[in-house]
């Protein structure tokens, strides 16, 4: 752990919440502390509290935490209720004229929602899934691009008790295929294509490979046309999104479900090669996006909230797609990237539509600051009244950067700690309460019991020292299990500690103000851009090429991703040198983009004879890390068979 450490800044400044922001917050000192205290004295009562208070219920619980089936947690496990009427139906009274989404696509084309559209498109959509046989606690594929409808698919999902799986769209055919074989889904719903980037993501294509090489559980495919530049159809198989709403009626009656019905599954890259499948609930989940927009985004009515994040990953279910709309916010959708047709474009579709709360990562907010002052000056941000990030850590220069050229020094950053596992934030500040520190996520919220750790689960009461990052006790928005993998699931966050207390695969450390900085994964999997990539699964995919005989990937500190993917490779004939190394690159690096997706492409490519092993066989990997930071090496690369390896593996030959 102790590498991690180093990239860690001492920092010192301390920013209290601006008192014209204290006046108006959801939150403040009094009342967060009162929140603290009552889930310290009474922790269950304390949930079952909010879950009374948040969310609506068609019949309520009983039962606030059941621990019987321990460390499969169950919450509120006898209460029913239907997410998507959470969302949309119990606003229609009081917002139903109010705008929910404000689409901006990539080529500039706009539209919105009301809620009370919203909720009709949402219900035609879900009586669509339902004729085309789609039932309560069947999975269904969401491989879209960030457009309004991808959410109206969520949804619809929701409202009919179809367990949705949100597939990125920047993931391959390949990718797809395990993923809908390994969910067992039934439907893939899609696009012709999205727009980013100025270019045409073909999705469609990539659902026809993905079946032709094998979904066996698929049998319907719904096409959303949103490039129009036609895609072929398979009779009897695939339906046009149009033709599957045509004649469905604007009202469909929610599907009542259990507390614990998994709402969606979402794929995640952990420490061996398979993505693993993490469960939601319903309720338990719910109640965390809606807590965490009260309490750390602080939305209120009239803001206008906008969170970049695509549905494909957990920010975009929680802060997205179910947490402002449970909360009957007006947000923006966006689809395309920050710099189409230039750097300005964020901060354009920021003052275009007012936004007022934005979030968005740490490697985005790099990549514009590295543009300039100029593109940001150019547009009016004054509306701006909140800011947050998420994803990995933020160095403080961008913190300072994003607070004041973004932020014109009003607004609270609010750097939120959380996993596709835990749901919603865990460790975040509350805005209007607490003060924040530039790279820490600050304090764990009001029920969370996070903690840090040394290897027999002594809590580290010495500042500044690194441990491991967990939590003590179950929270309701906690993953349920790994679909299909029980075993898994207990192995992986229970295991280390017992059973004692869930393992994040983070490490952290405490300041003496008890502030929590994240220093980084524990495990193997990289954080590029604020996306998780296992190693392993990159070095399956490296290995899975018929040149190929032995691969190991390992990450190295880059200035805008975070980390980039550095790849040690062993061909199985001779080793590619001069030209031959620069064309197999290519080939290796598009390989990589095949079988798992463009974000996975390995940055740099060192071609090997040899790679550092322990005894019992195992790859060096912190010795590669060193190494592709281009370190001076000290340490027994002994198990090398020539010194000629190592000039290799540093690059140098
Ligand atoms: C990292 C994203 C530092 C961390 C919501 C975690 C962070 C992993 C932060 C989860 C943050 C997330 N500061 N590191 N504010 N937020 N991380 O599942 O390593 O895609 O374990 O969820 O991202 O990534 P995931």
Redesign the pocket.
Known sequence: MSENIESVLHEERVFQPPQSFVAEARLNADSLAALHRQAAEDYEGFWAERAREEITWQTPFNTTLDESDAPHYHWFTDGHLNVSYNCLDRHLAERGDKIAIVFEGEPGDTCTYTYRELHAEVCRFANALKAQGIRKSDRVIIYMPMIAEAVIAMQACARIGATHSVVFGGFSAEALRDRANDAGARMIITADGGHRGGKIVPLKAAVDEAIEHGTPSVEKVIVFERTRHGVPMVEGRDVRWQDAIAGQDDVCEPEWVDAEHPLFLLY?SGSTGKPKGIQHSSAGYLLQAILTNKWVFDLHDRDVYWCTADVG???GHTYVAYGPLALGATQVIYEGAPTVPDGGRFWKVAADHGVTVFYTAPTAIRALMKLGDAFPQAHDLSKLRLLG??????NPEAWMWYHRIIGGEHCPIV???????TGGHMIAPIPGAVATKPGS?TLALPGIIADVVDEQGNTIAEPDRGGYLVIRKPWPSMLRTVWGDDERYRKTYWGMFDGRFYL???SARRDADGYFW?M??IDDVL?VS???LGTMEIESALAAHEAVAEAAVVGRPHDIKGEAIVAYVIMRGERPTGDNAVAMTKTLRDWVAKEIGPIAKPDEIRFTEGLPKTRSGKIMRRLLRSIAKGEIITSDISTLENEAVIAQLQGKA
């Open positions: 995640t990953w957990i920010t990030t998420v994803g990995e850590p933020i750097d939120t700690w959380w996993q596709t596992e996520c994040a695969g983070d994240i980084g994964r954080n604020g996306h998780r």
